[in-house]
């Protein structure tokens, strides 16, 4: 079994202003516990599958392939800070996406689309596309961390988006890796 998900690669000057933005706040921590994803490990997830089967890996292969090249590239920001669930309780700290031409939007249900003819089932939490910088493992204790999260700038980075990727979580001594299983590129 492989434990994969779908997702867009971000740029390095993404990765430089989240982890400028992640140094910031480690010094607001104190007593509360928090994981920090990796800055190497970016990505903006499209869809989680969780365990996959290698048959059914290369099924998915295909059809996010497939579902790649009816797109053409475009643009997306990174901007604004947010939080997951709600402000009153925070367990996930995010970046999240101005993406006004909803191309995001559109890919991940093209995305699911195709998937839904493997027998995948569509998500139902309704699609918020972020990148996730922290894990709050007591929320009740986060509140502090969280709002000066919130309360920071992040400016605006474009990402070009070209293509699409799946990932393998793999686990190792210092935490998920994420090993690329595939590109598909958007058609020109």
């Known amino acids: 079994m492989h434990r994969v998900f779908i997702a867009i690669n971000v740029n390095d000057r993404v990765r430089e202003g989240v982890r ?9 921590q104190e007593n509360t ?3 920090w994803v990796k800055i190497p490990n970016l990505h903006l997830t499209l ?20 579902t790649a090249r009816s797109f053409t590239q475009f ?7 947010g ?26 249900t093209a ?4 998937l839904e003819s493997l027998q995948i089932p569509r998500e139902k939490r309704h699609f918020r ?6 894990r709050l493992r007591q929320p009740a204790n986060s509140q502090r961390l969280a709002d000066a999260h919130l309360a920071a700038s992040f ?14 979580s793999r686990l190792d001594n210092s935490g998920a890796v994420y090993v690329e299983r595939l590109t598909a590129g958007f058609s020109d």
């Not at 995305?111 to 195709?114: A, E, G, L, T, Y």
């Open 33 to 35: 516990r928090v994981t």
């Open 155 to 168: 400016e605006p980075v474009i990402v070009n988006a070209n293509h699409v990727s799946i990932y393998e």
């Open 20 to 28: 400028r933005h992640v140094s910031e706040l480690k010094g607001r």
């Open 75 to 81: 643009q997306f920001a990174i901007a604004e800070p």
């Open 129 to 134: 596309p972020h990148l996730t910088i922290a």
């Open 47 to 66: 869809k989680f599958l969780g365990d996959t089967g290698q048959s059914e890996l290369r099924a998915i292969e295909d059809a996010v392939s497939e």
């Open 83 to 108: 939080v997951f669930p709600n402000k009153k309780r925070p367990s996930v700290l995010w970046v999240g996406v101005h993406d006004e031409d909803g191309h995001l939007n559109r890919l991940k």
């Open 111 to 114: 995305i699911d689309q195709r």
